[in-house]
């Protein structure tokens, strides 16, 4: 094989991998964003789960105090939004405030959701710059 056939075949075979570097590449960031949009809808649910227990106020909560409060802190740390839940000794407190914030949560998720990323080394969603 003469030097420039060889030339070009190893700069066909450098473009190609090269092309599947950034598909692989591509795909994780793919796969990140999943899983972000997963993590917030789980936290929706808990939020909007147990705002629907109180306006029912029968039954037993769907989610515990903990679960709450740990909904609504994802949602403060990835939009930066308080959710103003009344707290009480148990945990926070399901009511028109925390509704409030979660209609707020969802209109901010619209604005953003495109930018949201999994960030696995600090385990959390984050935004992307």
């Known amino acids: 094989m003469s030097p420039r056939p060889m030339i070009a075949f190893i700069i066909a075979l450098h473009a190609f991998g090269a092309c599947?570097?950034?598909?692989?590449?591509?795909?994780?960031?793919v796969a990140l964003h999943e899983k972000a949009r997963e993590l917030w809808q789980r936290n929706m649910?808990?939020?909007d789960e147990s705002v629907e227990f109180w306006k029912k106020q029968t039954?037993?909560?769907?989610?515990?105090?903990?679960?709450?409060?740990n909904a609504i802190d994802f949602f403060e740390t990835v939009t930066e939004l308080h959710?103003?839940?009344?707290?009480?000794?148990?945990?926070?407190?399901p009511d028109e405030s925390l509704e409030?914030?979660?209609?707020?949560?969802?209109?901010?998720?619209?604005?953003?959701?495109?930018?949201?990323?999994?960030d696995a080394s600090k385990k959390r969603v984050i935004l992307r710059k």
């Open 45 to 47: 649910a808990i939020v």
């Open 100 to 118: 409030n914030a979660s209609r707020e949560w969802k209109a901010w998720y619209d604005a953003h959701a495109e930018r949201l990323m999994y």
């Open 20 to 29: 599947t570097s950034t598909h692989a590449g591509a795909g994780d960031a």
């Open 59 to 69: 039954g037993t909560s769907p989610y515990t105090p903990k679960e709450l409060e």
């Open 83 to 93: 959710g103003r839940a009344n707290m009480s000794f148990i945990g926070p407190i």
